[in-house]
């Protein structure tokens, strides 16, 4: 197969809108390094192969026929991506997602990787991973506005006919912003009992298990029938920009995330991690915020929280990078989002094994797990109500070319059945104070409650 290229006169929005009911349709922005929006979005829907994975057993599903494996995911994910790959041209001036690997990997495929106990309530329908192969992809570059169709075929009438096809579905779809009803959100457990964990944690890090763990707590909402999870998706990205926004419909699983952490971005064999770790919320007014950008910028507590993970994330990208080629180029560097400030460190690397390698080298990130990284997510499973599922996994789309980039899934809402949740958490140390982190998981999650009011989808519709 080798890309076919058109070019095509639409938005992510409206193009979505008409996709976005099918299974396993995906819209996928990125970032370049430190902007706060994503430069490009991507969309793909009708994956040629589905895998997907579930304590342990994975299943591959393609037009031919489902197979199901106990094997290890990521060595699955290597084996099918090089089955369905192209003659791995890329086409000059264009984004740099043409077409591949494209989807979600929970929490929860730690297990794959490493033994851990199972303490937390189980969600058996919710898969630990969900990615297809798309040989189709709508890509958008915002800065030049442009769109264009990429297709991977065997000949350009083979392409033709599958344009054809796609025209046809996009063809006088029109976006309606909807009004959706106010939701009753309310967290998984009480106040004092989250920060009851907290100092749970910090009892672990002065006994000498660890040196820092993140926890997080969830909240909780019942959706009226009418509840339109699409529109306020489109909502939620007006009121919470992000660089790596996504919305994956996974049929009867939504996933909905305005994230600002990337995780590991491949390009020419040179990796980028940028981890977070640091917060302080936006002010109320100019002075205020500016306040709260000096604090956090002379914190000492939040540069050691950050440090500790660039440390972890440089040994782990060792795994499968040259000897000597990881290196820092940034540490506890100060950025501004919409609703909080973050530190965000730089680390790259030169790979010496595939993406695929890469993302199970660092699985899952270190800065929603914590150091060492294997008992604090013994920790996390005793302490936390429920398994993570999607929330501090990634979304990440690895093309056939071999270049690739993810995002950490924070800022995350995942739709399942008549409930929605969202998880937010932060780096607890031995300097944390049980009050302030429990605000810091409230800052966290304030643009995205704000997205649900009623005000806030006024100004959308």
Same mark, same amino acid.
């Given at each position: 197969?080798?890309?076919?290229?058109?070019?095509?006169?639409?938005?992510?929005?409206?193009?979505?809108?008409?996709?976005?009911?099918?299974?396993?349709?995906?819209?996928?922005?990125?970032?370049?390094?430190?902007?706060?929006?994503? +430069?490009?979005?991507?969309?793909?829907?009708?994956?040629?192969?589905?895998?997907?994975?579930?304590?342990?057993?994975?299943?591959?599903?393609?037009?031919?026929?489902?197979?199901?494996? +106990?094997?290890?995911?990521?060595?699955?994910?290597?084996?099918?991506?090089?089955?369905?790959?192209?003659?791995?041209?890329?086409?000059?001036?264009?984004?740099?997602?043409?077409?591949?690997?494209?989807?979600?990997?929970?929490?929860?495929?730690?297990?794959?990787?490493e033994k851990l106990p199972t303490a937390t309530r189980l969600n058996p329908h919710m898969p630990d991973m969900a990615v297809g192969i798309y040989d189709r992809v709508i890509a958008f570059d915002h800065e030049k506005n442009k769109a264009w169709l990429i297709i991977h075929a065997e000949s350009k009438s083979e392409a033709e006919r599958k344009r054809t096809v796609l025209m046809h579905i996009l063809k006088n779809r029109?976006?309606?912003?909807?009004?959706?009803?106010?939701?009753?959100?309310?967290?998984?457990? $009480?106040?004092? =009992?989250?920060?009851?964990?907290?100092?749970?944690?910090?009892?672990?890090?002065?006994?000498?298990?660890?040196?820092?763990?993140?926890? =997080?707590?969830?909240?909780?909402?019942?959706?009226?029938?009418?509840?339109?999870?699409?529109?306020?998706? $489109?909502?939620? +990205?007006?009121?919470?920009?992000?660089?790596?926004?996504?919305?994956?419909?996974?049929?009867?699983?939504?996933?909905?995330?305005?994230?600002?952490?990337?995780?590991?971005?491949?390009?020419?064999?040179?990796?980028?991690?940028?981890?977070?770790?640091?917060?302080?919320?936006?002010?109320?007014?100019?002075?205020?915020?500016?306040?709260? +950008?000096?604090?956090?910028?002379?914190?000492?507590?939040?540069?050691?929280?950050?440090?500790?993970i660039v440390d972890l994330l440089r040994s782990d990208l060792s795994k499968v990078c040259k000897p000597d080629s990881v290196e820092l180029t940034d540490l506890c560097k100060l950025e501004t989002f919409a609703g909080v400030h973050h530190l965000v460190s730089t680390i790259e690397g030169t790979l010496t094994k595939t993406p695929i390698d890469l993302l199970r080298a660092c699985f899952p990130g270190g800065s929603i797990?914590?150091?060492?990284?294997?008992?604090?997510?013994?920790?996390?499973?005793?302490?936390?109500?429920?398994?993570?599922?999607?929330?501090?996994?990634?979304?990440?789309?690895?093309?056939?070319?071999?270049?690739?980039?993810?995002?950490? $899934?924070?800022?995350?809402?995942?739709?399942?059945?008549?409930?929605?949740?969202?998880?937010?958490?932060?780096?607890?140390?031995?300097?944390?104070?049980?009050?302030?982190?429990?605000?810091?998981?409230?800052?966290?999650?304030?643009?995205?409650?704000?997205?649900?009011?009623?005000?806030?989808?006024?100004?959308?519709?």
């Open positions: 197969m080798k890309p076919f290229v058109f070019d095509i006169k639409t938005d992510p929005e409206t193009a979505f809108a008409a996709l976005q009911t099918q299974p396993y349709s995906l819209w996928l922005d990125s970032a370049d390094s430190g902007h706060a929006q994503g +430069r490009f979005s991507y969309i793909v829907s009708h994956p040629v192969e589905m895998i997907e994975a579930k304590d342990g057993r994975v299943t591959v599903t393609n037009a031919a026929q489902q197979t199901a494996l +106990r094997c290890d995911p990521f060595e699955i994910l290597n084996e099918r991506l090089e089955a369905w790959k192209s003659e791995a041209e890329t086409v000059e001036g264009l984004p740099p997602f043409q077409g591949g690997l494209a989807g979600f990997f929970g929490y929860d495929l730690a297990r794959s990787i029109k976006t309606e912003a909807k009004e959706n009803p106010v939701l009753n959100w309310s967290p998984a457990e $009480l106040a004092e =009992s989250y920060k009851a964990k907290i100092r749970r944690v910090i009892e672990y890090i002065n006994a000498g298990d660890i040196f820092q763990a993140n926890l =997080s707590q969830r909240f909780e909402a019942v959706l009226p029938p009418s509840f339109d999870r699409f529109s306020h998706y $489109l909502t939620m +990205r007006r009121v919470n920009p992000a660089p790596f926004a996504a919305y994956m419909n996974l049929g009867g699983i939504v996933i909905s995330s305005a994230s600002p952490e990337q995780f590991l971005s491949v390009q020419d064999n040179e990796v980028t991690t940028r981890p977070i770790k640091g917060t302080r919320p936006r002010g109320r007014d100019k002075k205020e915020d500016e306040r709260n +950008r000096e604090e956090l910028a002379h914190s000492a507590k939040d540069r050691a929280e950050n440090i500790m797990t914590g150091a060492p990284k294997i008992r604090s997510m013994e920790i996390i499973e005793e302490l936390e109500t429920a398994r993570r599922g999607p929330y501090c996994g990634a979304m990440a789309w690895i093309g056939f070319d071999g270049a690739m980039n993810s995002s950490i $899934l924070i800022r995350t809402l995942v739709y399942q059945g008549n409930k929605v949740t969202l998880q937010t958490g932060g780096g607890i140390t031995a300097g944390s104070d049980a009050e302030e982190e429990y605000r810091e998981t409230l800052a966290k999650a304030e643009k995205i409650f704000r997205s649900f009011d009623a005000s806030a989808q006024k100004k959308i519709a």
